[in-house]
């Protein structure tokens, strides 16, 4: 009887037993600009909310001021999972959806004459990306990413078959 005392106590102990993990409060939400694409002659500005210490999601909205730049506007929503030990920052891996539009030329050939005809088409795109956040004490941010995607419906006779992403962003979290 003693054993089978000893033997229900130690079970009750060993289901008893556990360790809460303790929610981190930190501040959920970022604004950024890309500074890489401010220098190339283009706006581009981010929103991310943080879900949790892992993952957060955003926005980002670019647009083009200089003229030699064919893509008229893209609109990104992402999500990212973070590996860092800080949250929601460190090595990150993103998947995203791209909404772009862009300049483009299509070649139409008749019996005597061709043409290139200028048109503006928008698509959309799926891609992945990688990257990198530090975050400083008082919630600067700096950023380095890179990602590539394919747009989905008009890239068979265009040459915006591969949509890019990337920058070197600046920013704060509040």
């Known amino acids: 009887m003693k054993k089978l005392l000893v033997l229900l106590c130690l079970f009750i102990f060993t289901i008893g037993y556990s360790q809460e993990k303790t929610n981190v409060d930190f501040p959920k939400n970022e604004i950024k600009g890309n500074a890489l694409f401010l220098v190339a002659g283009a706006l581009e500005v981010t929103y991310e909310h943080s879900l949790n210490e892992e993952s957060g999601v955003g926005v980002s909205l ?88 394919r747009n989905l419906f008009n890239s068979s006779d265009s040459d915006f078959e591969i949509v890019g992403r990337g920058g070197i962003t600046l920013g704060y979290r509040f």
């Open 62 to 149: 670019f647009v083009p001021y200089e003229n030699e730049i064919d893509v008229n506007f893209s609109l990104t929503p992402y999500y990212r999972f973070y590996f860092g030990k800080k949250p929601a920052a460190g090595f990150f891996v993103e998947g995203f959806g791209m909404l772009n539009s862009y300049d483009d030329s299509i070649y139409t050939e008749a019996s005597n004459y061709s043409s290139y005809d200028d048109v503006t088409r928008t698509d959309f795109a799926l891609g992945f990306g990688l990257g990198a956040k530090w975050v400083t004490k008082k919630g600067f941010i700096f950023e380095i990413n890179g990602g590539i995607g």
